[in-house]
C-alpha cells in the first residue's frame, strides 16, 4: 500500500480540499493481488488503489467513457506486414496506464483509508489524474497518449483511430497499435 500511495502521491493524482457544497464523493477501495512467477512462485504482492466508479453520474461526473481498442481487421494487416516484410514486432504494457490520464472532469474523491496524514473533517482528494475504476479514465488516458505521440511526430490513422505511424528516412516506418493499455 505504502508504495502505491507513494506512486499517487508522485504522480500528483490529487490534492487535499474541503468538499464543496452540493458535490458528492465517489468512494475508493484497496484491492490486493499476487503476482506469480512463470514457476508459480509467489513474485510480489500488489495493492491498487480503485476509485468506486459505479456510484459516477453520467453527464455530472463524466461524458466519454470509452476504452481505446484497436480493431482486429487492423491487427490483422499489421501482423501479416510485419510477417511478409520481416518486420520486428515488439509488445508493450503501460505500466498503471490510467493514472497517467488528466482528467477533465470536477472529481472528488474520499480520502484512502490508511492515508497518514491528519486531515480535517470534510476534507476529500480533488482529483487532478484519472485513476482506476474512474469512468473516464480509459478514455483520459488514450487523450493523453494521443497528445504525446502527436508531438513527437506521428500521425494518427483516420481509418483506425487507435493505431499511429510515423515515417523516417532512417528508419522506415514505424508503426503503434494501441489496445486498451497494451501497445503493439
Avoid at 476534507?123 to 482506476?132: F, M
Avoid at 505511424?165 to 497494451?182: A, C, E, I, P, W
Wanted: hydrophobic share 40%; with cysteine; glycine share 8%.
Amino acid at each position: 500500500m505504502d508504495v502505491e500511495m507513494e506512486a499517487l502521491e508522485k504522480n500528483n493524482t490529487w490534492e487535499l480540499v474541503t468538499l464543496p457544497i452540493g458535490k458528492k464523493p465517489v468512494g475508493c477501495k484497496w484491492v490486493y493481488t499476487v503476482k506469480y512467477k512463470a514457476d508459480g512462485s509467489i513474485e510480489r504482492y500488489k495493492a491498487r488503489l480503485v476509485a468506486k466508479g459505479f456510484t459516477q453520474t453520467y453527464g455530472v461526473d463524466y461524458l466519454e467513457t470509452f476504452a481505446p481498442v484497436a480493431k482486429m481487421n487492423t491487427i490483422r494487416v499489421i501482423l501479416s506486414l510485419a510477417a511478409n516484410y520481416g518486420w520486428n514486432l515488439e509488445q508493450f504494457d503501460v505500466k498503471n496506464a490510467f493514472l497517467h490520464g488528466d482528467l477533465e472532469e470536477e472529481i472528488y474523491m474520499e480520502i484512502p483509508s490508511g492515508y497518514s496524514r491528519d486531515v480535517a473533517a470534510n476534507t476529500v482528494c480533488k482529483l487532478k489524474k484519472a485513476l482506476y475504476g474512474l469512468k473516464q479514465s480509459p478514455h483520459a488516458w488514450f487523450g493523453r497518449f494521443t497528445k504525446v505521440m502527436t508531438s513527437l511526430g506521428y500521425k494518427q490513422s483516420q481509418g483506425d483511430h487507435t493505431l499511429f505511424f510515423k515515417h523516417s528516412n532512417s528508419r522506415g516506418v514505424t508503426m503503434l497499435l494501441v489496445y486498451v493499455d497494451d501497445i503493439i
